[in-house]
Nanobody, 123 residues
Framework: QVQLVESGGELVQPGDSLRLSCAES????????TAWFRQAPGKQREFVAG????????NYADDVKGRFTISRDNANNTTYLQMNSLKPEDTAMYYC????????????????WGQGTQVTVSS
């Protein structure tokens, strides 16, 4: 029903910024929310940030509050994650995901996933 393509991940140094993009297409059902998750080697997939498609309701993991900003551009069917003041612990594969109902921060609540984009923060 939905195709998601992430982009923007790359190797950066601590303190740098990146903007990740999630291009959305081919959906047929009403989508309630979009979220970003990340997964580092040896760790479980973790919630990073979420946003309703209205753009008025956002949610962030505690360790990214004040550094990351999630936003939507409905005209271009794209969800963004602006990542500032990046730290080595932000290194992970970042995924975008969509839910057709009110989700929690649990990854299993999201039915549609992209293939991910790698973010590496290292000096």
């Amino acid at each position: 029903q939905v195709q998601l393509v992430e982009s923007g991940g790359e190797l950066v140094q601590p303190g740098d910024s990146l903007r990740l993009s999630c291009a959305e297409s081919k959906w047929t059902a009403k989508i309630y929310a979009t979220a970003w998750f990340r997964q580092a080697p040896g760790k479980q997939r973790e919630f990073v940030a979420g946003i309703t498609w209205s753009g008025t309701d956002t949610n962030y993991a505690d360790d990214v509050k004040g550094r990351f900003t999630i936003s939507r551009d409905n005209a271009n069917n794209t969800t963004y994650l602006q990542m500032n003041s990046l730290k080595p612990e932000d290194t992970a594969m970042y995924y975008c995901a969509l839910s057709s109902k009110i989700p929690t921060i649990f990854w299993g609540d999201y039915a549609y996933w992209g293939q991910g984009t790698q973010v590496t923060v290292s000096s």
